[in-house]
């Protein structure tokens, strides 16, 4: 039987950064294939005015029939039965249209799936992107003092296994994560129903560095040709250790006193300036600016190195930075810690950066 018409289903926006770099490049590609979707997702209210007409634009030019839904924020745990509400009345109508299969996002719209799979028996894969429920706790979105969302937690911990074990196929971001899962000894679960796929880039849009381009680049933002600089791109907060990267370019400055940290943000300037004015930096160090997917890669080439601090909890063995694609896309070294998906295997089996084993100033000195 051919599986051909996917109905693609993500609580994460399309005119999200992650929508734009980890769902429409894959979409794009496999519609190519000959696979027809049609792709559910959540947007944010501001967000979606302002990239809506670029994201439709792709879709429609693909073959794509997008569906965008409004994500719900406040209040907590209702809004979220609300939206699963509305995703599946939106998904009973793409039923009846004809799918073969669902491709659901992580948990939310494994639920949905779930349910379907039991009713008339349709397959689902499960696109699991991590350890849901665990970041929702690590991150401290979740807190057990609270009985509700201790109930909350083990009723996705209870469920996280019926998609694991239900589904057609699994996707995972990391081989740890694969690994931690196949411990659990689900019945009926094989190492071949699991297929590790990183967060990977589009080498069309983030394409290899050069000497001539980092000096343009540079000569762009007012910097010297010779300025070491150092990046970090994406938002602060919960999982960056902002702080410790702060710290590590102390230590940068100290031996590299003309270097620059460039940080490429959309998060609260304000709030970041707050944290920097903290580590006592000079202002003179540090650049920051925001930029859309498009425009990221020319401010990028001005990067010497690129640097990612994520905080080693037990959920994170499941995460793939989407960063680290892109800017090894480009050729540009990072820099990470260890604890954190499949990050300090890849960057050391592939001699492109370098990992700190801890956060102490004598690792930063060395790395650095």
């Not at 496999?30 to 007409?53: A, C, V």
């Not at 009345?89 to 004809?98: C, D, M, P």
Request: with cysteine; hydrophobic share 40%.
């Amino acid at each position: 039987m051919s599986l051909k018409r996917v109905l693609y289903i993500s609580y994460d926006g399309m005119t999200d950064p992650l929508g734009q770099s980890q769902v429409l490049p894959y979409l794009v590609g496999l519609s190519s294939k000959g696979y027809s979707f049609e792709l559910i997702s959540f947007e944010k209210k501001h967000l979606f005015q302002n990239r809506k007409q670029h994201i439709s634009e792709i879709c429609s030019s693909n073959g794509i029939t997008w569906t965008p839904l409004t994500y719900t924020k406040q209040p907590p745990v209702l809004s979220t039965i609300w939206d699963l509400l509305k995703l599946n009345r939106q998904v009973s109508k793409s039923i009846e249209k004809g799918i073969d299969w669902i491709h659901c996002r992580s948990y939310l719209p494994a639920l949905i799936a779930l349910r379907y799979k039991k009713k008339i028996k349709l397959p689902f894969l499960f696109d699991m992107r991590g350890f849901w429920a665990d970041e929702r706790v690590d991150g401290g979105i979740w807190s057990f003092k609270n009985p509700l969302f201790r109930a909350i937690y083990r009723y996705f911990k209870r469920k996280e296994k019926d998609f694991l074990s239900e589904a057609k196929h699994t996707i995972s971001l990391t081989e740890s994560a694969k690994s931690e899962i196949l411990e659990w000894e689900l019945l009926g679960l094989r190492g071949e129903l699991i297929s590790v796929i990183p967060c990977t880039a589009d080498f069309d849009l983030f394409e290899c560095n050069s000497t001539e381009k980092k000096a343009q680049a540079k000569k762009a933002l007012g910097l010297s040709v010779d300025a070491p600089v150092l990046t970090y791109l994406g938002s602060i907060g919960t999982w960056y250790m902002l702080d410790e990267m702060l710290s590590y370019f102390e230590e940068m400055l100290k031996l590299r006193p003309s270097s620059v940290f460039l940080i490429i943000t959309k998060d609260d300037q304000v709030a970041l300036r707050n944290r920097i004015a903290v580590h006592q930096l000079p202002n003179e160090s540090i650049r920051i600016t925001s930029a859309d997917r498009e425009e990221l890669p020319k401010l990028l080439m001005a990067s010497d190195q690129s640097i990612f601090f994520i905080l080693p909890a037990f959920s994170k063995k499941a995460s793939s930075p989407t960063k680290m694609g892109e800017l090894l896309a480009m050729g540009i070294p990072v820099i990470g810690n260890a604890g954190v998906g499949d990050v300090a295997l890849l960057i050391e089996n592939m001699d492109v950066g370098k990992v700190l084993n801890d956060f102490s100033i004598g690792s930063y000195r060395k790395v650095v």
